[in-house]
């Protein structure tokens, strides 16, 4: 059964940080990883992929410099560092896993990108 569990989402106040975990019941290392967030009534977005082949990260420009995405393949997890938190990255948190395609960076931060999805975690960031 292919499983992806997120943890580390929690209430924050502005400026603090959080560690994202996604632990995956498969091996990842053939494996693209993301993650993505969803605020109430607005879009799934892509916050940051890793890629399997080269391992060359991307982040979409609100978080540019702020969250660092990472990945174990030893113990079959992915990781969000989220510093200086703000009020605007309140959502739901999603990990993905997509196969290596010859996707462009663009493509890699969109949801047609991956083929399983992890349940999510909330992360609250307060004034």
């Known amino acids: 059964q292919v499983l992806l569990v997120e943890s580390g989402g929690a209430l924050v106040q502005t400026g603090e940080s959080l560690l994202l975990s996604c632990a995956a019941s498969f091996p990842l290392e053939f494996y693209n990883m993301a993650w993505f967030r969803q605020a109430p009534g607005k879009e799934r977005e892509g916050v940051s992929f890793?890629?399997?082949?080269?391992?060359?990260?991307d982040y979409a420009e609100a978080v540019e410099g702020r969250f660092t995405i990472s990945r174990d393949n030893t113990n079959n997890t992915v990781y969000l560092q989220m510093r200086d938190l703000k009020v605007e990255d309140t959502g739901v948190y999603f990990c993905a896993a997509g196969g290596d395609h010859s996707y462009g960076d663009s493509y890699l931060l969109t949801p047609p990108a991956y083929d399983f999805w992890g349940q999510g975690t909330q992360v609250t960031v307060s004034p």
């Open positions: 890793i890629r399997t082949r080269d391992n060359r990260k």
